[in-house]
């Protein structure tokens, strides 16, 4: 493991999320801890986007934004809100270039699949029925999102893919949960890795899925069928359950014809970019925020 991600493990919470209530507590704890990051170049904007139900949104602009990203929180699915994500959404936005659209979609376990996914399609429906309200090129919207977001933002594409939906133009996966079966050489025999383990995973999945069958948009490793996908940067970290199945599917979308980006990060875990002042973590934010500017800015 890198020595200055090592260091912070001690400091972590413990949090098994078989009960997501508490859960959700000590992640608003140590998202507030974050410091707080630097707007000054950009509108922030909070919306409501009307659905079924209507779904809470925060804008982050940037002064000449031409693309913009549908950007759904981690949390496995149970935890994470608008403002847990605050920080991450707006370095995206300040590093990239590009409209940030922050996607507050409803929680398992009251809220199953497909809940969240279908947030995160009418976002990404109004996201390009409204462009030119919005200021940005509608050729020019992708969808994104690390860990459970990374799995929504799969979905999401997916389905509009299905669909005929919103054209998307790039999908950006942060180690993004992808297969339920949890069959892989990392999703088997990782159980004692920092933040995110093979408990955990089982018991994130338990809730989203509740008594629904999973489906390609719920778990998207389980498609049969990745062509005709939009372009993707893939980030996986070495000590993380999810690693088999992330490089899998970058494999598999690059067997369809997909452009892919594949950015493996040797001695990370889950969500180690959070600690920012390791240089790997500095690394990898900035790579993340240089594709979403080469695919949508530029």
Not at 42 to 59: F, S
Not at 157 to 163: F, I, N, P, Q, V
Not at 235 to 246: F, H, I
Request: aromatic letters at 8%.
């Amino acid at each position: 493991m890198d020595p200055e991600l090592e260091a912070f493990i001690p400091l972590f919470p413990r949090a098994d999320l078989t009960d997501p209530i508490p859960d959700r507590a000590k992640l608003a704890e140590l998202a507030a801890a974050i410091p707080e990051p630097d707007v000054s170049g950009l509108e922030v904007e909070d919306r409501t986007v009307p659905g079924d139900p209507d779904v809470a949104v925060r804008i982050y602009r940037p002064h000449e934004a031409r693309g913009a990203i549908v950007w759904l929180h981690g949390g496995g699915w149970v935890m994470g809100d608008l403002n847990t994500e605050h920080p991450w959404a707006a370095r995206i936005a300040e590093g990239s270039g590009v409209m940030v659209i922050s996607v507050a979609y409803r929680l398992a376990p009251e809220n199953p699949f497909p809940a969240a996914l279908d947030d995160a399609y009418t976002v990404l429906t109004w996201a390009s029925e409204h462009a030119g309200e919005l200021g940005i090129d509608p050729e020019r919207i992708a969808v994104g999102g690390h860990s459970a977001g990374g799995c929504l933002a799969a979905g999401a594409a997916l389905r509009a893919r299905d669909e005929q939906g919103p054209p998307i133009r790039y999908q950006l996966l942060n180690q993004p949960a992808l297969d339920d079966r949890q069959r892989t050489f990392s999703a088997r025999t990782f159980t004692d890795t920092p933040w995110m383990n093979r408990d955990k995973i089982t018991a994130a999945w338990g809730h989203y899925l509740g008594s629904a069958a999973p489906t390609p948009y719920a778990a998207p490793a389980r498609a049969d069928d990745l062509s005709g996908l939009p372009p993707a940067y893939i980030a996986s970290a070495e000590l993380c359950p999810n690693r088999d199945e992330d490089i899998a599917y970058a494999l598999r979308l690059l067997e369809a014809g997909v452009p892919v980006e594949l950015h493996h990060w040797p001695g990370t875990f889950h969500g180690s970019q959070a600690i920012l002042s390791a240089d790997i973590s500095q690394r990898q934010n900035a790579e993340l925020m240089a594709a979403l500017r080469r695919a949508l800015a530029e």
